[in-house]
């Protein structure tokens, strides 16, 4: 039981001060730019900086949400988008 416990739980994990998320969009980009080149290098810069500031503008936890708004991921333990009353 030798695990290192966060000092908050509810703080996500970060390398440096990137986020998960942060460095999904990093690596999706430098993927990209590796296999297309030319604007894409830009790209590489350029989408996570965008993504900080649209991220600072929204709460915690928005892209997640959105991406079950459209349909590309499930949240577990919620009830579905269409419930109208939901009982706990």
Known sequence: ????????????????WFEPDDLSIMVIG?????????IFWLGMIAAPLSYGLL???????????MFYMIGWTKLHGYPTFFEEEFVE
């Open 55 to 65: 991220k600072r503008r929204y709460p915690r936890g928005f892209l997640r949400h």
């Open 30 to 38: 430098y993927l990209l730019a590796m296999v297309f080149g030319g």
């Open 1 to 16: 039981m030798d695990k290192k416990m966060p000092q908050y739980l509810s703080s996500p994990y970060q390398l440096l």
